[in-house]
């Protein structure tokens, strides 16, 4: 009977390694879905056009949130911009209040005519999906970049969800290496829509791992894929720092108190001036 009992215990064990290799297989090998019942701010997706050094962005999205964050309110709008017209980079960080290792990190260019255009990574979810770390371990998300205004991607996460929002500038190695990375983001932004959709990735593929691998492709290997600060999202100011990428000397938690924009956000209000006012205290 122990004989028995011990080679059905082996089947089963057997056949649940099976399944398990049979799921994980169907999952990483399944195609990205190009078309979708998208949740609503995730729907229309942003492009670009390129002509010489000037680029037209289709689909700058422009939502408000109002009077809560379920209340959208959409708006887009299509803007030509000059790539060697950018004054300065940005690095946006957002904790969650609720979870203190993770964050969400995007980039944004402030030009020379006053114009801002951020770029936020994104897991692309549909109407029924919620996002999960584990299941976006499991290519459950398409990766999606959006271009966006800041008056939806920073006074939301301001004013709305009342999370830390921090606005850090970045240090550029060259002055031409603003124009590079706007660029590099912008065709994989096309590719992730047409030729080369790709999947979310917790780890991987999330939006601060993404946006190191858009600085490795200027300087290879400056940021080690293995760094942890990429996965715990929470710390990525902190790694940006390490790395010389913020264009101050100031300790980290120094550095979260000049460049934190809640206050300056709450006082700003949604106004056309938004992004100049709430640095305004830099």
């Not at 939502?63 to 803007?79: C, L």
């Not at 998300?141 to 271009?147: F, G, N, R």
Request: charged fraction near 25%; include cysteine.
């Amino acid at each position: 009977m122990k004989f028995l009992r011990n080679k059905t215990f082996k089947k089963i064990l057997l056949l649940l390694l099976c399944v398990f290799v049979v799921f994980v297989s169907w999952r990483i090998f399944r195609p990205v879905p190009l078309q979708g019942d998208w949740q609503e701010h995730l729907a229309i997706a942003s492009t670009a056009e390129f002509n010489g050094n000037l680029v037209t962005v289709k689909n700058v999205r422009n939502y408000r949130y109002s009077p809560t964050e379920a209340d959208m309110h959409p708006d887009y709008y299509d803007k030509t911009y000059d790539l060697t017209q950018i004054k300065k980079v940005w690095y946006v960080t957002e904790p969650f209040n609720e979870n203190q290792s993770a964050a969400h990190t995007f980039v944004s260019f402030e030009f020379n005519n006053g114009d801002f255009l951020a770029i936020s990574i994104e897991a692309r979810k549909t109407k029924t999906q919620s996002y999960s770390i584990w299941k976006g371990m499991i290519q459950t998300y398409p990766l999606i970049y959006i271009a966006a205004d800041e008056r939806d991607v920073v006074l939301l996460r301001a004013n709305l969800r009342k999370d830390k929002v921090y606005i850090y500038p970045v240090k550029l190695q060259k002055p031409e290496n603003a124009r590079l990375v706007l660029a590099d983001m912008l065709k994989r932004m096309n590719e992730l829509v047409s030729t080369k959709p790709a999947w979310y990735n917790t780890f991987f593929a999330n939006c601060t791992s993404s946006i190191a691998k858009h600085v490795n492709n200027l300087s290879p290997e400056r940021i080690s894929n293995f760094s942890w600060q990429l996965w715990l999202t929470a710390s990525a100011d902190e790694l940006a720092l390490s790395h010389g990428l913020l264009d101050t000397d100031l300790p980290i938690e120094e550095a979260r108190k000049k460049y934190n924009i809640n206050e300056a956000s709450e006082r700003v209000g949604d106004v056309p001036s938004y992004s100049k006012e709430i640095r305004m205290s830099f």
